[in-house]
């Protein structure tokens, strides 16, 4: 449930609102780790003048110089016509062979077994041929041909290998405070056209959060938006779940009380969000040992009810979730289904407190949230692995019932959607 929509449905006697034509804009002072804005991000909502210089795939052309086997190695060493140099290990390069007795080509799969693999090999010949490939002729005298393009893209040197982490899964983000204007898109255009879907998909990514207008004020639209990108995730609340105020309520999003910033089960009303990763970034730099604390401790949720079926949920989480290189790379955490279970030994309670503390306080300073009301047809679509929202307490009157739909899904189906959007918009620009 790492990606959620949730569209603002209309009260009762209430008239949808006219559809806000704002250019998208994310304006904050940018801090010293805030990645910058990606063009696209700029002209999301200008019919026809998407600005989309981010979203496409780079164009090059690399020219191999030479090529020759490092035997004592087990390398091949490309040099390429710019002067720059790649290595590549021999046993990579027999395993990723491209020939079709090796790789199924319309699945761009792998058919050699790796049981088949000799993980020793040495080659007999490796050249240049006369269309800028690179040839090697293996001991067993199977020949694999590698495309000059393919090779440099998988080159191992670390920045290489960043660029392509960065094109497969877009990890920079802009990071952002109280100063933040939500990005903003059309409903109708993101439907209907692939480079508006590609802009929002991208500002998603990077901002954690986009507004869509214009979309008709009635149960249904966040599913038409979902079957955009791929399909809804089922949960214990349904394929789609409505946020309504309800009598013995089996979640607190269905009262009308003040909800504290959380992930996972968004409400509506005056609403506050904030930038988990950058809150996570300042309690990294304000107090160390606390973001230790949170990303080291497991802590036990709890969710007990019925809706869609019956469930009782149980997790343990990391309160801040870090890579394997020390990246936030998701947040957890809802005040109200935090477990009185708390597996922990005894002295590592009160340090625990003291942590979280210290990061909740630290979303709720004014100046990191950023506050917004969404009107009937409003759908906004967030990061919920990054963003933490809450909304403040309000007055529910039987003539106009809040109500709002909402759904889930995973950022692999968001990321893959992203993906096969660029790749169109590229071949058709």
């Given at each position: 449930m790492?990606?959620v929509a949730?569209?603002?449905?209309?009260?009762?006697?209430r008239?949808?609102?006219?559809?806000?034509?704002?250019?998208?804009r994310?304006?904050?002072?940018?801090?010293?780790?805030?990645?910058?804005?990606?063009?696209?991000?700029?002209?999301?909502h200008?019919?026809?003048?998407h600005?989309l210089?981010?979203?496409?795939?780079?164009?090059?052309?690399?020219?191999?110089?030479h090529?020759?086997?490092?035997?004592?190695?087990?390398?091949?060493?490309?040099?390429?016509?710019?002067?720059g140099?790649?290595?590549?290990?021999?046993?990579?390069?027999?395993?990723n062979c491209?020939?079709?007795?090796?790789?199924?080509?319309?699945?761009?799969?792998?058919?050699?077994?790796?049981?088949?693999?000799?993980?020793?090999?040495?080659?007999?010949v490796v050249?240049v041929t006369?269309?800028?490939k690179?040839?090697?002729?293996?001991p067993?005298?199977?020949?694999?041909v590698?495309d000059?393009?393919?090779?440099?893209k998988?080159c191992?040197?670390?920045?290489a290998?960043?660029a392509?982490q960065?094109?497969?899964?877009l990890?920079?983000?802009?990071?952002w405070?109280?100063?933040?204007r939500?990005?903003?898109?059309?409903?109708?255009?993101?439907?209907?056209?692939?480079k508006?879907?590609?802009?929002?998909?991208?500002?998603?990514r990077?901002v954690?959060m986009?507004?869509?207008?214009?979309?008709?004020?009635?149960?249904?639209?966040?599913a038409?938006?979902?079957?955009?990108?791929?399909y809804?995730?089922?949960?214990?609340y349904?394929h789609?779940?409505?946020?309504?105020?309800?009598?013995?309520?089996?979640?607190?999003?269905?009262t009308?009380?003040?909800?504290?910033?959380h992930?996972?089960y968004?409400a509506?009303?005056?609403?506050?969000?904030?930038?988990?990763?950058?809150?996570?970034?300042?309690?990294?730099?304000?107090?160390?040992?606390?973001?230790q604390?949170l990303?080291?401790?497991?802590?036990?949720?709890t969710?007990?009810?019925t809706?869609?079926?019956?469930?009782?949920?149980?997790?343990?989480?990391c309160?801040?979730?870090?890579d394997?290189?020390?990246?936030?790379v998701?947040i957890?955490?809802?005040?109200?289904?935090?477990?009185?279970?708390?597996?922990?030994?005894?002295?590592?309670?009160?340090?625990?407190y003291r942590?979280?503390?210290?990061?909740?306080?630290?979303?709720?300073?004014?100046e990191?949230?950023?506050?917004y009301?969404?009107?009937?047809g409003?759908?906004?679509?967030?990061d919920?692995?990054?963003?933490?929202?809450?909304?403040k307490?309000?007055?529910?009157?039987?003539e106009?019932?809040r109500h709002?739909?909402?759904?889930?899904?995973?950022?692999?189906?968001?990321?893959?959607?992203?993906?096969?959007?660029?790749?169109?918009?590229?071949?058709?620009?």
């Open positions: 790492s990606t949730r569209s603002a449905l209309p009260a009762l006697q008239s949808t609102s006219a559809m806000t034509r704002q250019a998208l994310a304006c904050r002072r940018p801090g010293p780790t805030a990645a910058p804005l990606p063009p696209c991000l700029i002209s999301l200008l019919r026809g003048r600005t210089e981010s979203a496409s795939l780079p164009v090059s052309r690399h020219l191999v110089r090529v020759r086997a490092l035997d004592d190695d087990r390398q091949m060493e490309v040099e390429w016509e710019d002067g140099h790649s290595l590549y290990p021999f046993t990579w390069l027999r395993d491209q020939c079709p007795l090796c790789t199924l080509q319309s699945a761009q799969a792998r058919t050699l077994l790796l049981a088949d693999l000799d993980i020793h090999t040495g080659v007999d050249e006369n269309d800028n690179v040839s090697i002729v293996w067993d005298q199977h020949i694999s590698f000059a393009e393919w090779l440099k998988r191992f040197s670390p920045a290998r960043q392509m960065e094109e497969l899964f990890n920079r983000r802009y990071y405070d109280s100063t933040l939500i990005p903003s898109a059309d409903f109708d255009e993101v439907l209907r056209d692939d508006a879907a590609l802009a929002w998909l991208l500002a998603l990077r954690g986009v507004y869509l207008k214009g979309a008709p004020a009635e149960q249904g639209q966040v038409r938006l979902a079957e955009r990108i791929g809804l995730r089922l949960t214990f349904g789609t779940w409505q946020v309504q105020d309800k009598p013995m309520a089996n979640n607190v999003a269905y009308s009380g003040k909800l504290s910033l992930t996972d968004p509506y009303g005056c609403s506050e969000v904030v930038d988990g990763f950058h809150m996570a970034e300042q309690l990294q730099r304000e107090d160390p040992e606390a973001f604390t990303t080291s401790l497991r802590v036990d949720f969710d007990t009810g809706d869609y079926c019956d469930f009782m949920l149980q997790s343990k989480n309160i801040i979730d870090v394997a290189d020390g990246r936030v998701k957890n955490y809802n005040n109200a289904t935090r477990d009185s279970v708390l597996d922990l030994p005894v002295h590592q309670v009160q340090p625990f942590a979280l503390k210290a990061y909740v306080d630290i979303m709720n300073r004014p990191n949230v950023v506050t009301r969404m009107e009937p409003d759908i906004v679509t967030f919920n692995w990054r963003l933490l929202h809450s909304r307490s309000y007055i529910s009157k039987p106009r019932l709002l739909e909402g759904c889930y899904l995973d950022w692999d189906e968001v990321m893959s959607r992203l993906r096969i959007l660029r790749k169109a918009v590229h071949e058709n620009s």
